[in-house]
């Protein structure tokens, strides 16, 4: 079966995950000097999920799948790091594929969770999830598809937190079944 990956660096604006604006003291914004999205949060004693959503309708296809197939599976490998962990008291992430309305997952689980360092990290981490069915109703290669990033920052109380966490490159890999009676062509010169 072919594969395919779908690249996201957030060092194009156009390749951007939006804050969606559910957590009131979190947000996530494109950071331009350090190619990342940045989740952010300098609220204390909250526990709060910021939801960063791609929001371009883009279909299986335009990740890079054949017209007509069908998606059997994906899975991630994406990196991050803690930049700030001032009054920090935990945080965590998963990511997932979701569809047009950005709340119906097109898997059947998450991509990948994970429950993030406390501590500051000069370098970016590089993570690893496990392949994902994709449900029924999301398989179409015309499917409308959309990485999510679900971030949860708890804080203690007292004084102000300065918590920073930063999504780095995602790299979805796409296993297909092409359309029966497609061809490819190689042309090599």
Known sequence: ????????????????????????????????????????????????????????????????????????????????RTADDSRLSSHSVILDIMQTDGTTTCLDAI???????????????????????????????DTIVRLRASYTVTTANGKSPSADWRLGDVDILIDYTEAAGSRRVFIIL
């Open 1 to 80: 079966m072919p594969t395919v990956i779908k690249n996201f660096n957030f060092s194009e604006v156009g390749n951007n995950l939006v804050d969606q604006g559910n957590a009131a003291n979190v947000a996530a914004a494109q950071n331009t000097t350090e190619p990342s999205i940045a989740f952010t949060c300098t609220t204390n004693a909250i526990t709060q999920t910021e939801f960063g959503l791609y929001l371009d309708g883009d279909t299986w296809e335009d990740w890079g799948v054949a017209s007509g197939a069908t998606v059997n599976s994906v899975s991630a490998s994406w990196t991050d």
């Open 111 to 141: 991509i990948d969770t994970k429950d993030l360092s406390t501590v500051i990290e000069g370098t970016f981490n590089t993570n690893s999830g496990v392949e994902v069915n994709v449900s029924t109703g999301s398989q179409a290669s």
